[in-house]
C-alpha cells in the first residue's frame, strides 16, 4: 500500500496520468489522417512531447505501417523510467530524458503530434517542474497541458499537420488558458473532440480528446482536403461547445432578443471573507433569516428546512444568520442582499433558480443573487432563467468550467449575460408561481419566438428531461417528504 502511495504522489507531481488503450486508439486513428497525409513523399514524422511508456507511438507506428506508410517517431518524457519503459516498447524511435517544454523545437517539424501531456496547476508545476521553463503561456494559472498544446500546434507541420491531445476540460472555457486557445485557433482549426469518461485513467479532472489539423503558412486552407476540419472551422464552434456536446446539450438557436438579463438585474456573489462571516455566525437555533445554500435551490422551489446544509464543515436542518454577529461591513453586506431577489446555485447541469419575492433569505458563498433594478421584474428574471434558453446559454458560453464534466459554474457575469426576450413573459411567470417549471420554459420559448422551431423543440426535450431528474433526486434528499 505504501509503495502505491509514493506511485500516486509521484504521478500527481509530474502529472502524469497513463491513458487506456482504447483511447490512445481512438485518438491515433483521429489524428493520423489518411487523407490530410496522402501527399507525403517521405516518412511521417511524429512526436509524442510526454510520452510516458510509449503506447501512443506503439498505436501510431501501427496505424501508419496499415497505411503503408513509413514513420519516423520522436518521444519526449521528464521521467527517466518512462523513458526506459518507451525505449523498450518502441525500439525504433528516438526517445529523450528531457522536459520537452525546455527544448529548442523547430517550428513546423511534424506531421503528427499527439498524446496525453502532463495535467499539472501552476503551483504543482512550480515543484514538480522546472517552473522557469521558457515556453511561459497563458495566465498565471493556466494548466501546465495549455503549454503542450502550444507546443504541439507551434511544431506541426502547416500543410495539413495534425495534433491529438487529451487534455483537461480547464482548458475549454479557463480565462487564463484564454490566450493558448486564441492562439492554436490562430495556427489551427479543431476537427474532432469528444469527452472521455468521467476523471478517466485515475486524472483527478475531467478530460477530453481533441484533434486539430494546422492552417497553410498564409492562415488560408484547402478547401478539397479534411472536410472534417473545415466543417467545424467554418461554424466557428467555441471551445466550450466540446463539453456541450459531451452532454449532449444542442446547439442554441439563434434567438430574438431585446438586450440581456444584466439590462434589468445586478448579479452578485460573495467571496472567502463573506464566507467566512456567514460560517461563523450561523446556527440552527439563533434568531435572524435563513440561509440558504446551493444545495437548497433547485429548479423553482427552494427547500430550506426540508433538505440538510453544510456550512464551513457543520450540518444544518435550518441555518439562520446572526445578524448581531456579523461586523457592520459583513452586516451591510448582507442588508444589501435583503429585498426582493433571484437566488441561483452557482455549479449545475442546467440553471438552477428560485423567487425570493419578500427577500427574506440570506445567500450563501457561492449562491448567486440576481437583484432585479426594478422588484416588480423578479419573476420574470426567475422565469428567463428556468428556461431551456438561459441553460444552453451557460453551457454555449461557458461548457468546461465544472468541477465535474456534468455541470457548468456559473457566474455573475454570465447570469447577465442571459439574452432577454422580445416577447411577454405573463403566462410563464403564471406557471412559475404555479410551481410548473417545465411549462414555464415551454412558455419562456413562446417569448423567445422560438415555437415551432425544432432546434428550440430539442433544446426544450434535453432541458426538460434534465430538469426532471434533477427534481427526483431532490426529492429524495428531502427530509419532509412532499405532502406530509
Not at 4 to 31: F, I, N, Q, S
Not at 157 to 175: E, K, M
Request: with cysteine.
Amino acid at each position: 500500500m505504501a509503495s502505491v502511495d509514493v506511485e500516486l504522489a509521484r504521478r500527481r507531481a509530474l502529472g502524469a496520468w497513463y491513458t487506456p488503450h482504447e483511447l490512445v486508439e481512438e485518438l491515433v486513428e483521429r489524428t493520423i489522417d489518411a487523407t490530410a497525409l496522402a501527399d507525403r513523399r517521405r516518412p511521417i514524422r511524429v512526436l509524442d512531447p510526454a510520452c510516458g511508456d510509449g503506447r501512443f507511438l506503439v498505436a501510431a507506428a501501427r496505424r501508419l505501417e496499415a497505411m503503408g506508410a513509413s514513420a519516423e517517431l520522436y518521444g519526449v518524457d521528464i521521467d527517466p523510467g518512462a523513458a526506459m519503459a518507451a525505449r523498450a516498447a518502441v525500439p525504433a524511435a528516438t526517445i529523450i530524458h528531457a522536459d520537452a517544454l525546455d527544448r529548442p523545437w523547430p517550428v513546423s517539424s511534424f506531421d503528427v503530434v499527439l498524446g496525453n501531456p502532463p495535467f499539472l496547476s501552476p503551483l504543482v508545476a512550480a515543484s514538480g517542474r522546472d517552473a522557469g521553463r521558457k515556453r511561459a503561456v497563458g495566465g498565471p494559472y493556466a494548466d501546465a497541458a495549455a503549454e503542450f498544446l502550444l507546443l504541439g500546434v507551434d511544431v506541426a507541420a502547416p500543410d495539413h499537420g495534425r495534433v491529438g491531445f487529451v487534455l483537461p476540460q480547464s482548458l475549454l472555457a479557463a480565462r487564463d488558458a484564454a490566450d493558448v486557445r486564441a492562439r492554436v485557433d490562430a495556427l489551427g482549426a479543431m476537427c474532432w473532440s469528444r469527452t472521455t469518461d468521467e476523471h478517466d485513467f485515475g486524472a483527478a479532472v475531467a478530460t477530453y480528446a481533441v484533434v486539430f489539423e494546422r492552417r497553410h503558412r498564409d492562415g488560408a486552407r484547402d478547401s478539397t482536403r479534411s472536410t472534417a476540419a473545415a466543417d467545424r472551422s467554418s461554424t466557428a464552434t467555441p471551445w466550450a461547445r466540446i463539453a456541450a456536446d459531451g452532454r449532449g446539450v444542442p446547439p442554441l438557436a439563434d434567438v430574438a432578443a431585446d438586450g440581456s438579463l444584466g439590462d434589468r438585474a445586478r448579479a452578485t456573489v460573495g467571496f472567502r471573507d463573506e464566507f467566512y462571516a456567514l460560517a461563523a455566525a450561523v446556527g440552527d437555533d439563533v434568531d435572524g433569516p435563513p440561509l440558504v445554500t446551493s444545495g437548497m435551490i433547485d429548479p423553482g422551489r427552494c427547500t430550506w428546512g426540508e433538505v440538510t446544509a453544510r456550512v464551513a464543515k457543520r450540518t444544518f436542518v435550518r441555518p439562520r444568520v446572526d445578524l448581531d454577529a456579523l461586523e457592520p461591513r459583513f452586516r451591510r453586506w448582507v442588508d444589501d442582499r435583503i429585498g426582493p431577489k433571484v437566488l441561483v446555485a452557482n455549479q449545475t447541469a442546467i440553471v438552477e433558480a428560485v423567487v425570493d419575492p419578500d427577500g427574506e433569505f440570506v445567500p450563501a458563498v457561492p449562491v448567486i443573487a440576481v437583484l432585479p433594478l426594478d422588484t416588480s421584474a423578479v419573476w420574470e428574471l426567475a422565469a428567463v432563467l428556468s428556461s431551456p434558453i438561459a441553460s444552453q446559454w451557460i453551457w454555449q458560453q461557458h461548457g468546461g468550467t465544472g468541477m465535474s464534466a456534468r455541470v457548468v459554474r456559473l457566474s455573475p457575469a454570465l447570469i447577465e449575460s442571459v439574452p432577454w426576450p422580445t416577447g411577454d413573459l405573463a403566462s410563464a411567470v403564471a406557471a412559475l408561481r404555479a410551481g410548473d417549471v417545465v411549462e414555464c420554459g415551454d412558455r419562456v420559448l413562446d417569448a423567445y419566438g422560438e415555437t415551432g422551431n425544432a432546434r428550440a423543440a430539442a433544446g426544450f426535450t434535453w432541458w426538460s428531461d434534465v430538469c426532471a431528474r434533477v427534481q427526483r433526486r431532490a426529492a429524495s434528499r428531502r427530509l419532509v417528504p412532499d405532502g406530509s
